[in-house]
């Protein structure tokens, strides 16, 4: 049985296009597995080589279902790979957590990091804030309230990511779903209001900045990177305040390289790591360092409240209800 997990593992590692060359043998070698961007993992790991020299890292990049799908295979076959994992959002890190797989760090320093925004067991932690808010095609009105995307104005003509496929989506539906200004009916509203949902955030962005729909919701690093480059686009935070992903990071309790791993989460937590996550186009958790050109400071936005472990008890359901109104 063994053997035919192991062959079913690979078998899901190569169909879905992320093998992993084998470890060079060294004694620091470091394997993450991560959702970063291509280009935002490769800055990442190279700052970090730079500033651990001996030790090199060797990495699988995807989106987190996918990242996901290749770990829980590992896990079946009884050969997990990564040491760290460095991936959206913290519900998947929770589920992580719950089934025994994290390594607590109690050491890590986490005075930069605003209070609460890290596992209180210090099994996981924040890299960065992405918020979910509002792009708007420059040629429609700007929307200044979740709720403008009701309006006639936008019928049929708003996009946003599925929270089947998307962790800061499922976030977003779990977070304005408990909210009792929103709830389901809200969304409820916005499919009779012709608004379609679609897999990731990078869909719904090429739909807004091509005119296809006038609005979106999505992340706010692509549509504001983007804004700055000259894209037909405004990002927006709505009054009442957005949702959020810390894109956390994590050491599995089955890394063979534990020094090294801890290693990384102390790059990432340290005030240079921080500072990169800022120079990428994200919001730093440190507040005092400077948001990246566009962005408002980290005191002047307005989180609503996501309570993680409320969202996870009710996620099945919010995915089937959300499925029975937009579509899986």
Known sequence: MNRKLAFAAATAA???GLALAPRAGAQNALVIYTSQPQS?????????EKANPGIKVEFV?????????KLEAEFAAGDPRPDVLLIADAM?????KGAGRLLPYAE?????????????DKTYFPTK???TGIVAHKSAKAPQSWNDLLDAAAKGKVTMPSPLYSGAAAIHVGTLTADKAFGWKYFETLAQNGA?????NGDVFKAVASGEKLYGVVVDFMALREQAKGAPVAFVFPKEGVTAVTEPAAILKTSKNQAAAKKFIDFLLSEAGLTLAATQGYLALDKSIAPPAGFPKLDQIKLMNSNIPGIMSVDKDNKKKFADLFGG
């Open 61 to 69: 990049r995807n989106g987190t279902t996918q990242v996901m799908n």
């Open 92 to 96: 998947t890190m929770e589920t992580l």
């Open 40 to 48: 935002d993992a490769e800055q990442t790991i190279a700052e970090f």
């Open 108 to 120: 890590a320093k986490t005075d930069k990091l605003p209070p609460g925004s890290f596992d209180k």
């Open 196 to 200: 379609v949902a679609v897999r990731g």
């Open 129 to 131: 804030l992405i918020t």
């Open 14 to 16: 190569f169909a879905l």
